[in-house]
């Protein structure tokens, strides 16, 4: 349809074709009135922070709109807000109404709504908390209308439940109602093809919050339901299991490192707790394991101290450190496993047999003290024999090493046991920490991990709430009727 303005001569066009009662010039803003053709008054054209135009399409929620017509509202001095009337083919009207770039989609309702004190109910029985009264008046307009445009002072009365509000609009002698739902502008960006939008300034009348905080409540308390019955299941159906347990003396590990039979864990993931023991006292050890996934080859190592100190000052003993220690490998998957051990002692760990005389077989080796005993290692079971008189180890040797026949080779024993170089303070100098025990065991589900997700499940539900109730509070702000304390 089209209009000829008797003014400008100007033609004014629209695609969609209804019952128009005025009409604004698009070229020299004149209000003209159908039934006398005849301009009515100037009106200032719509500009600021205006994003659509009169006749654009668009398709919101999946119905097809056209722009009939644009009218900026005026409250106070300087308090503004747009608002879009768009029809379907049907010929059914719904209105964007804009402010601070926040979006609300009004329709008309078919009947009044019943209005309270501080709220309002509609007919199905909702109610709505009253938000604010509103006089306003009409600053600019542009478009065609079916109804005459209505220049008086109209009232506005906004009730809000949530996301949904509903209207009394009231001007002269007409009153409307109105129910609107909030539209976001990426909505309204697609719908349009906008490029740039009003930006956002404080909080919408109905806008809602970030997410659905009852909902996200709900996921957090079935997610840890969840979490609880699965750490049950994992507490009750694994104890600690130890996988690793040896003495082991710093003397067959010097300078190298203990290789340790495989093992397999099986399950979830788990901390893997290792406790080492050395008798030290007034002096230190040092235990480095390395845990090998035999899979992937992956290493991971982790070393610790033991140390032990004591002693008497100023009339009073003192005593600092421990002779045991332990640490965890954390998180072990399950698999199969070995450890790599080194170990080392304050003052060293010399074997003192390794120069000592070793027989021919290379099974024994015999050492002698700076007291004249001798002392027989079996390499093979490590069992060390003690002999205080040398005769009766040099028969014990000749039978070893078949010299019963063999007057010269007795005769060269005797010498060597004779002219030994002492290992002087054997054994008690050697045998004084002279060892580190090591037990290693795979601990059940850490409950560390199951507090975490509750702390920060409850954290951020606390978070959530009060997060609610200061956007919620902002909301209001501007209302005199909040539900939430000014002071």
Known sequence: MYYVCPVCKKNNELSIDFSVEEYICDSCSSLIGREKNASRKIIKKPVENVVLKVGQKGTVYGTDYCVINIVVKKYGENIFWREYTLKDPSGNNVYLSESDGHWVLLRLLDSEFKDFKHYAETADGRKYRWYETTPCSIHSAAGFFEDKIDFKLAKYKEFVNGTEMISREECGNSVQFFKGDHISKYTIRKAFSLK????????????????????????????????????????????????????????????????????????????????????????????????????????????????????????????????????????????????????????????????????????????????????????????????????????????????????????????????????????????????????????????????????????????????????????????????????
């Open 196 to 487: 740039e939008l009003p930006y956002y300034s404080g909080v919408g009348i109905v806008e809602p919050f970030f997410f659905n905080v009852k909902q996200g409540i709900n996921i957090i308390g079935i997610s840890a339901l969840l979490i609880c019955l699965i750490q049950l299941y994992v507490v009750m159906s694994r104890t600690n299991q130890t996988i690793f347990e040896q003495e082991i003396k710093f003397a067959d590990i010097n300078d190298k490192e203990l290789v340790s039979k495989s093992f397999s864990l099986s399950g979830a993931s788990a901390p893997l707790e290792v406790n080492a023991y050395s008798d030290v006292d007034n002096s230190w050890a040092n235990v480095g394991v390395s845990l090998v996934n035999e899979k992937t080859n992956e290493i991971a190592y982790t070393s610790k101290d033991i140390e032990k100190y004591s002693g008497y000052e100023g009339g009073e003993s003192w005593s600092e450190g421990s002779q045991s220690e332990k640490f965890n490998f954390c998180g072990v998957a399950p698999g199969s496993y070995h450890f790599l051990i080194s170990a080392e002692k304050e003052g060293g760990a010399a074997d003192p047999f390794k120069s000592g005389y070793q027989l021919q077989n290379g099974e024994f080796s015999v050492i002698k003290n700076d007291l004249g005993i001798f002392y027989m290692r079996n390499n093979k079971d490590q069992s060390i024999s003690q002999y205080t008189e040398k005769g009766i180890l040099k028969n014990e040797i000749s039978g070893i090493n078949n010299l019963t026949e063999k007057p010269l080779e007795i005769k060269k024993l005797d010498s060597v046991l004779t002219n030994m170089s002492p290992q002087p303070g054997y054994p008690e100098k050697y045998e004084k920490n002279s060892s580190v025990k090591i037990k290693a065991a795979w601990q059940p589900v850490s409950f560390w991990n199951f507090a975490i997700v509750i702390i920060f499940s409850l954290i951020f539900i606390g978070a959530s709430l009060l997060g609610r109730r200061i956007f919620e509070f902002s909301k209001w702000r501007n209302s005199s009727n909040s539900p939430y304390p000014t002071n």
